[in-house]
């Protein structure tokens, strides 16, 4: 079993900066593909960015590409997502979530998902 819980979410002004966390328990969490989504209100829950169990290979959305950052530490389990130049666009619930296969940009593909944290930013 597979537990992951997210932090680091807030209010935060458009243009600032955050930075989410998402710790993971268990077993086999740094053998584990790694990614983050996001639903904002009134809409389905997309992909933002993944990375490979080595932290070697990362993908990101068209729409965080050069904003957003996701890294990991596995002496630590923690994956993060440095989110910079934050837009009101950006305003979601955000998830992490551990697949036992390849990083993905496919919701299915993952095996756990975390509560999620809030993210709000202000024009």
């Known amino acids: 079993q597979v537990q992951l819980v997210e932090s680091g979410g807030g209010l935060v002004q458009a243009g600032g900066s955050l930075r989410l966390s998402c710790a993971a328990s268990g077993r086999t969490v740094n053998w584990l593909a790694m990614g983050w989504f996001r639903r904002a209100p009134g809409k389905d829950r997309e992909f933002v960015a993944a990375i490979n169990w080595t932290g070697g290979s990362s993908d990101y959305a068209d729409s965080v590409k050069g904003r957003f950052t996701i890294s990991r530490d596995n002496a630590v389990r923690t994956v993060y997502l440095q989110m910079n130049s934050l837009k009101p666009e950006d305003t979601a619930v955000y998830y992490c979530?551990?697949?036992?296969?390849?990083?993905?940009?496919?919701?299915?593909?993952?095996?756990?998902w975390g509560q999620g944290t809030q993210v709000t930013v202000s024009s």
């Open positions: 979530a551990a697949s036992f296969r390849m990083a993905s940009i496919v919701e299915g593909e993952y095996d756990y």
